[in-house]
């Protein structure tokens, strides 16, 4: 979507490895999320920030972190990547919580796989 | 945060009206209920959203009855570019609600 864009697109890498997911948003938004999407189990929330430096946990954290120095950046870095974490990942950013009318506006995603 | 359930997927004919619905029987009073559409290979896209009684846009309708424990989506005139699966959320709208759930959703399939 205009607005917001993911890099990779899409990433292989060894398990044991460290790995950054970056999201880039140019709209000045205020929420930026990270999930995790996997067959039979929807989208799950990692992380999420409501601000520069502002982060909290999702509901499936674990092995994840995150950071946010700028606005316009978050990133998702697995310290050491399993098979588990093999995944298609989705950043979003709301300008409010997403509950007011507006939504989430999601990027085209990550596909993550982890040999 | 209220738990939703939806039927697992819905298979439709191109022309007809196409309805969902999502059942969260805990919904709180400060809680929202969204939808969103997903193709395959992209991320959600937010439909609409609405607190009470019908709220209608230029994609779909929601109505949501007086007891909030149930909302229904409803698509008119469907196309083969409809099908895609459709989630439904239900979540606060104040300030440290962030953590939505978004589940498993419904698969549409539009027959030609």
Excluded at chain 1, 32 to 56: A, C, E, F, N
Excluded at chain 1, 64 to 81: G, H, I, M, P, Q
Excluded at chain 2, 56 to 79: C, G, H
Excluded at chain 2, 82 to 110: H, M, P
Aim: hydrophobic share 25%.
């Amino acid at each position: 979507d205009a607005g917001i864009t993911q890099s990779p697109r899409h990433k292989v890498t060894e398990t044991g490895t460290p790995v950054t997911l970056r999201c880039h948003q140019t709209e000045n938004h205020r929420y930026m999320y990270w999930y995790r999407q996997d067959p039979g189990h929807g989208l799950r929330l990692i992380h999420y920030s409501y601000g520069v430096k502002d982060t909290d946990k999702g509901e499936v954290s674990d092995g994840y972190s995150v950071s946010r120095s700028k606005t316009e950046d978050f990133l998702l870095t697995l310290e050491s990547a399993t098979s588990s974490q093999t995944s298609v990942y989705f950043c979003a950013i709301s300008e409010s919580n997403g509950l007011n009318g507006d939504g989430y506006t999601f990027g085209s995603g990550t596909r993550l796989t982890v040999v | 945060l209220a738990k939703t359930t939806q039927p697992i997927s819905i298979d439709s004919y191109e022309g007809q009206e196409v309805n969902i619905t999502c059942s969260h029987n805990n919904i709180a009073t400060n809680d929202y209920i969204t939808w969103y559409q997903q193709f395959p290979s992209q991320g959600p896209r937010f439909i609409i959203q609405g607190y009470k009684t019908k709220v209608t846009n230029e994609v779909a309708s929601l109505f949501i009855p007086a007891d909030r424990k149930s909302s229904t989506l409803s698509l008119p005139r469907v196309s083969l570019s409809d099908t895609a699966v459709y989630y439904c959320l239900v979540g606060q709208s104040n300030f440290g609600n962030e953590k939505l759930t978004f589940g498993t959703g419904t698969r549409l399939t539009i027959i030609p």
